[in-house]
């Protein structure tokens, strides 16, 4: 899969998802790929910030394991309760949609994620 391919599946001149597994699928991709992408960045942040305290050897993959295991079990269910909704409309999902409800996940879980590290401040 090239850059175009990436192009046309984001920019909706892709396919349309009819079915319920197709449509979760590719809701629960995006929130994974989104997912680990932050947590990944975020682990390399938390180890570079660390520097040589021996607990920073552990930085990058305990967020990694928590960047894979949120979607995992949190977007499982998220993405199924979206797709119950498109399908009891009637509604087609383009992969644009897809693309901005696994995003919109993985935003949300972040945003909850910060909220509660505050709150322990």
């Known amino acids: 899969m090239g850059w175009t391919d990436i192009n046309i599946r984001l920019t909706g001149g892709g396919e349309t998802f009819d079915t319920t597994y197709d449509m979760w699928r590719e809701i629960f991709v995006w929130c994974l790929v989104s997912s ?24 990058l993959p305990s967020f990694i394991i928590a960047g894979f295991f949120t979607p995992l079990f949190a977007g499982t269910i998220t993405s199924a309760v979206i ?13 644009l949609d897809a693309f901005l409800w696994g995003v919109g996940q993985t935003i949300v879980y972040t945003l909850v994620a910060v909220s509660r590290i505050y709150v322990t401040l």
Not at 39 to 55: C, D, E, K, N, T
Not at 83 to 95: D, G, L, N, P, R
């Open 83 to 95: 797709v119950f909704v498109y399908k009891s409309a009637q509604f087609t999902m383009s992969s």
């Open 36 to 59: 680990l992408v932050i947590h990944f960045v975020s682990g390399l942040l938390a180890w570079y910030s660390l520097g040589g305290h021996p607990i920073a050897v552990y930085a």
